[in-house]
């Protein structure tokens, strides 16, 4: 499923004030999850604290005390939520320093065009764009979507349309990507990972620039926080949960009857 889209004239580095946006975007990035991190330091009803789901695994997960209580709320909020904000984040934040905006037919036609997310003007030419965070982010939803929708965006626009996965490699990808091209048309590619950053950004192997940009977006957040990682912030946000869970369950002793004490507060 090759596409033979390829972007003429890549650099071999980045300009220096898009690095440095590419670095402030991840930094804020950064501090957006650490602010609900901190978010999570008490027991609220935002932690969705299931205690019949919470015992039934307490044996997989090593949860017998209130600090393991507090690492297993966290592992079940904090990841998902991380995982949620990627793709909003490349599509809101650092493609748009790449001259993708938003298609003005978008705004005129939203259920057509609802599977298009932006456009990009490459070496001259226009294109339409469908973002997926990874390999696996399509559904069959998804690709019904494209597959009732694509035809009548080609046809009514005149333009190719690229179906972009943000990380990952062609071989990891699911079956839709392909369903999709099979039943549209050669002007649908699928541009995956490295392909798609290059395109995107003109830059080669600029998916190894960005790479360095968050990695000087953690330094500079290490800086800003008192020379402490976000993980060691994250395990005294953990230390201030089990203590507020402590509170709220009223749990004391050596924690062996944790359960059953949890169990009599709890409802």
């Known amino acids: 499923m090759q596409s033979a889209l390829v972007r003429g004239g890549l650099v071999d580095e980045m300009p220096p004030e898009t690095y440095e946006a590419v670095v402030t975007e991840s930094l804020a990035f950064i501090e957006r999850r650490f602010a609900s991190m901190q978010e999570a330091r008490v027991v609220s009803a935002k932690n969705n604290l ?3 789901l919470m015992l039934l695994m307490a044996p997989a997960y090593n949860v017998f005390s209130p600090f393991e209580v507090a690492e297993y ?7 998902h939520g991380d995982a949620t904000a990627f793709g909003k984040f490349v599509e809101t934040n650092i493609f ?14 939203k259920d057509v065009y609802s599977p298009i997310d932006a456009e990009i003007t490459v070496d001259g030419t226009r294109y339409l764009t469908s973002w997926k965070s990874g390999p696996w982010t399509m559904n069959q939803s998804h690709a019904n979507e494209m597959l009732g929708r694509f035809p009548t965006i080609n046809t009514q626009t005149g333009c ?7 990380y990952g490699t062609e071989k990891q990808l699911n079956n839709k990507p392909a369903l999709v091209r099979r039943g549209t048309g050669p002007y649908v590619h699928v ?3 490295a392909e798609l950053w290059e395109f995107v950004t003109g830059v080669r192997n600029a998916h190894m620039k960005v790479l360095d940009a968050i990695r000087e977006a953690q330094a500079r957040f290490a800086v800003a926080h008192g020379g402490k990682t976000f993980y060691e912030h994250m395990i005294e946000a953990r230390l201030a949960l089990a203590e507020s869970f402590r509170r709220e369950f009223e749990l004391t002793g050596d924690y062996d009857d944790m359960w059953t ?7």
Do not use: H, Y
């Open 191 to 193: 541009l995956v990972g």
């Open 261 to 267: 004490q949890l169990f009599e507060r709890a409802f």
């Open 160 to 166: 190719d349309i690229i179906l972009g996965i943000i």
């Open 73 to 79: 709320l966290q592992n079940a909020k904090l990841p």
């Open 96 to 109: 748009p320093l790449f001259t993708v905006t938003s298609p003005p037919e978008k705004a005129l036609d």
């Open 50 to 52: 299931n205690p019949f």
